[in-house]
């Protein structure tokens, strides 16, 4: 069996596509072991927390075997697919990867040079940091000594801990070996879940190849009631020599809830990023929201305008366009607002540029890219950034990159149906601008009551650096460029 640690094969690592991401699932693989890969072709396609992303390969070569298959979860800096660079033909069915010793290192893609860091573009690798092994302790099988085990229990050896001394001979069974040493076999994501999760390793029945512990063996024992059935007691420890007996364990019993009635959906990816954020925003920054209710009839009448103008022909002509340039024409007047808490240094850090976020509500979650510069921006330049903004949210594309470094958002609930809401601070931002929906409704205009085009907006800001005189004036500016849109010239 062909080794995979020749100078002829290529470990391609996961990388790291958005920075100080841990991890991400692989969604689809676009190649087979077999096929022949050219330098920045794709050859899978990945989830982040942050977004989906395409990974090309760095080198030419044949693909010598998938590490993974579609559907698993992969931490950053592990190698995912074998290319054998050679040239030659791979064989007709990749074979399983045997174990390295024991004593020798996972090779490193090479770093940036002259950087203290390996580049994080796409396929190029990752922070130093993010992949380099503890060293290994002086008490371990040398590496002629050590006999070959399964790849899943090397991937366990490899995470946490070393060989058992009897590596002359012949391996057991992972089961056995996990018995005999006292550990159920997980990777290190799992453990983590697990111990989020407060749910015992030792108690988990494992569903995996070789009686690895999986994320959904987790989730079902988490899901299983409190009080279990009495199962059999624990086996007693077996004489120096004596091959460990494998025990079958009792079935996990079944998750206390209906699958015809209900439906379980693993939070992951995108979702569960919103999900952290969020509950870290909420939490962490003191929220509050004001809401003032305006008539938009004239800004309406703009749109319309805009839309028949030569210079914004093809360009996406909405309220939001009019309602983003109002926020920045808000955020020129009172500059204090686009800043953020600096709890380390125990700073306001006030931006001198506005990245300004949209969010978008996506099949894998809600996001919030941002066009970057934005207060730079024409009318016609910002109007051609929102269509690009949105249309690249709707078919998934949207980078990591884009959803990073932010300064404040503007989310459109009114595209729902909806009056208002109190908006979440996207972390690291001071203010976030709810737009409401606009409707005909009975308004007193000019001493009479009119159907006007009436909208509620809703400014929720961190109370750490922006009070409520400066919040108060950049939402009531906000609703004096939409009542007159004049002003839009007049302040801009």
């Given at each position: 069996?062909?080794?995979m640690?020749?100078?002829?094969?290529?470990e391609?690592k996961m990388?790291?596509v958005g920075e100080?991401?841990?991890?991400?699932?692989?969604?689809k693989?676009?190649?087979q072991?077999?096929?022949?890969?050219?330098?920045g072709q794709?050859?899978?396609?990945?989830e982040?927390?942050?977004?989906?992303v395409?990974?090309?390969?760095?080198?030419?070569?044949?693909?010598?075997?998938l590490?993974?298959?579609?559907?698993?979860?992969?931490?950053?800096g592990?190698?995912?697919?074998?290319v054998?660079?050679?040239?030659?033909?791979?064989?007709?069915?990749?074979?399983?990867a045997?174990?390295?010793?024991?004593?020798?290192?996972?090779?490193?893609e090479?770093?940036?040079e002259?950087?203290?860091?390996?580049p994080?573009?796409?396929?190029?690798g990752?922070?130093?940091s993010?992949?380099?092994?503890?060293?290994?302790?002086?008490?371990?099988i040398?590496?002629?000594?050590s006999?070959?085990v399964?790849?899943?229990?090397?991937a366990e050896?490899?995470?946490?801990?070393?060989l058992?001394?009897t590596?002359?001979?012949?391996?057991?069974?992972?089961?056995?070996?996990a018995?005999?040493?006292?550990?159920?076999l997980?990777?290190p994501?799992v453990?983590?879940?697990?111990k989020?999760?407060?749910?015992?390793l030792a108690?988990?029945?494992?569903?995996?190849?070789?009686?690895?512990?999986?994320?959904?063996?987790?989730h079902?024992?988490a899901?299983a009631?409190?009080?279990?059935?009495?199962g059999?007691?624990?086996p007693?420890?077996?004489?120096?020599?004596?091959?460990?007996p494998?025990?079958t364990?009792?079935p996990?019993?079944?998750a206390?809830?209906?699958?015809?009635?209900?439906t379980?959906?693993?939070?992951?990816?995108?979702r569960?990023?919103?999900a952290?954020?969020?509950v870290g925003s909420?939490?962490?920054?003191?929220?509050?929201?004001?809401?003032?209710?305006?008539?938009?009839?004239?800004?309406?009448?703009?749109?319309?305008e805009?839309?028949?103008?030569?210079?914004?022909?093809g360009?996406?002509v909405?309220?939001?366009?009019?309602i983003?340039?109002?926020?920045l024409?808000?955020?020129?007047?009172?500059?204090?607002?686009?800043?953020s808490?600096?709890?380390?240094?125990q700073?306001i850090?006030?931006?001198?540029?506005?990245?300004?976020?949209?969010?978008?509500a996506?099949?894998?979650?809600?996001?919030?890219p941002?066009?970057?510069?934005?207060?730079?921006?024409?009318?016609?330049q910002?109007?051609?950034a929102?269509?690009?903004l949105?249309?690249?949210?709707?078919?998934g594309?949207?980078s990591?990159?884009?959803?990073?470094?932010?300064?404040?958002?503007?989310?459109?609930?009114?595209v729902?149906?909806?009056?208002?809401?109190?908006?979440i601070?996207?972390?690291?931002?001071?203010?976030?601008?709810?737009?409401?929906?606009?409707?005909?409704?009975?308004?007193?205009?000019?001493?009479?009551?009119?159907?006007?085009q009436?909208?509620?907006?809703?400014?929720?800001?961190d109370?750490r650096?922006?009070?409520?005189?400066?919040?108060?004036?950049?939402l009531?500016?906000?609703?004096?460029?939409?009542e007159?849109?004049?002003?839009?010239?007049?302040?801009?």
């Amino acid at each position: 069996m062909t080794t995979m640690t020749e100078a002829s094969v290529r470990e391609f690592k996961m990388p790291d596509v958005g920075e100080g991401l841990t991890e991400a699932e692989i969604l689809k693989w676009y190649v087979q072991p077999g096929d022949t890969v050219t330098d920045g072709q794709v050859v899978c396609e990945v989830e982040t927390a942050k977004a989906a992303v395409e990974l090309p390969i760095p080198y030419d070569g044949v693909v010598r075997e998938l590490r993974f298959p579609e559907g698993t979860t992969v931490d950053v800096g592990t190698s995912i697919i074998a290319v054998d660079v050679s040239g030659g033909s791979a064989p007709a069915a990749a074979p399983a990867a045997p174990a390295p010793p024991a004593t020798q290192e996972q090779p490193e893609e090479p770093k940036a040079e002259g950087s203290g860091r390996q580049p994080v573009l796409v396929g190029y690798g990752v922070a130093t940091s993010s992949t380099k092994r503890r060293p290994r302790k002086a008490t371990e099988i040398p590496a002629q000594e050590s006999a070959p085990v399964s790849a899943a229990v090397q991937a366990e050896l490899n995470g946490h801990g070393t060989l058992p001394a009897t590596a002359s001979a012949p391996p057991a069974p992972a089961s056995a070996q996990a018995v005999a040493a006292g550990r159920p076999l997980a990777k290190p994501p799992v453990r983590k879940l697990a111990k989020d999760l407060g749910v015992d390793l030792a108690s988990v029945v494992p569903s995996g190849p070789d009686g690895i512990i999986t994320r959904e063996d987790v989730h079902a024992a988490a899901a299983a009631p409190a009080q279990a059935p009495a199962g059999p007691t624990a086996p007693q420890p077996t004489p120096a020599g004596t091959p460990a007996p494998v025990t079958t364990a009792a079935p996990a019993p079944a998750a206390s809830y209906d699958s015809g009635r209900e439906t379980r959906i693993p939070v992951k990816g995108v979702r569960k990023a919103t999900a952290q954020a969020m509950v870290g925003s909420a939490f962490t920054a003191p929220h509050v929201t004001e809401f003032v209710t305006i008539d938009v009839t004239r800004t309406m009448k703009l749109v319309e305008e805009l839309k028949r103008d030569k210079d914004m022909q093809g360009l996406r002509v909405n309220p939001l366009l009019l309602i983003a340039k109002a926020l920045l024409v808000a955020i020129r007047r009172n500059p204090d607002v686009n800043a953020s808490w600096d709890e380390a240094n125990q700073e306001i850090v006030r931006k001198h540029y506005v990245n300004l976020g949209i969010a978008a509500a996506t099949p894998r979650g809600l996001i919030v890219p941002n066009i970057k510069d934005a207060h730079d921006k024409t009318l016609p330049q910002l109007a051609e950034a929102l269509g690009e903004l949105v249309a690249t949210a709707r078919e998934g594309r949207t980078s990591p990159a884009a959803m990073q470094g932010g300064t404040v958002t503007i989310t459109n609930v009114g595209v729902f149906g909806v009056d208002t809401g109190t908006p979440i601070l996207n972390p690291g931002e001071s203010a976030i601008l709810a737009v409401g929906a606009i409707k005909l409704q009975p308004w007193v205009h000019k001493g009479k009551v009119k159907p006007r085009q009436v909208t509620t907006l809703a400014l929720s800001f961190d109370h750490r650096l922006v009070d409520g005189e400066l919040g108060s004036k950049v939402l009531a500016d906000v609703a004096a460029v939409l009542e007159q849109p004049k002003r839009l010239i007049t302040w801009g």
